[in-house]
């Protein structure tokens, strides 16, 4: 999956890398407060299905 992935609800596939340098962007040193969110699809019972997992977290600048 490529970072412009995108789904049927407009979601982005976004990876961690991409987190961290659009924070580090904007002048930020760490993440904090970071939530995960996940939820299961079944694949009709064979076993198998999709699990999505989403993230957020506040970007903040840290001083000495």
């Known amino acids: 999956m490529g970072a412009g992935w995108q789904d049927a609800c407009g ?11 659009e924070a580090a962007a904007i002048g930020a040193d760490a993440i904090i407060a970071v939530r995960l969110y996940y939820s299961e699809v079944s694949a009709g019972g ?3 299905g999709i699990l999505f997992v ?4 506040t970007a903040v600048k840290l001083t000495g």
């Open 11 to 21: 979601s982005q596939y976004r990876p961690k890398g991409r987190t961290k340098a």
């Open 46 to 48: 064979s076993g198998g």
């Open 54 to 57: 989403a993230a957020s977290g």
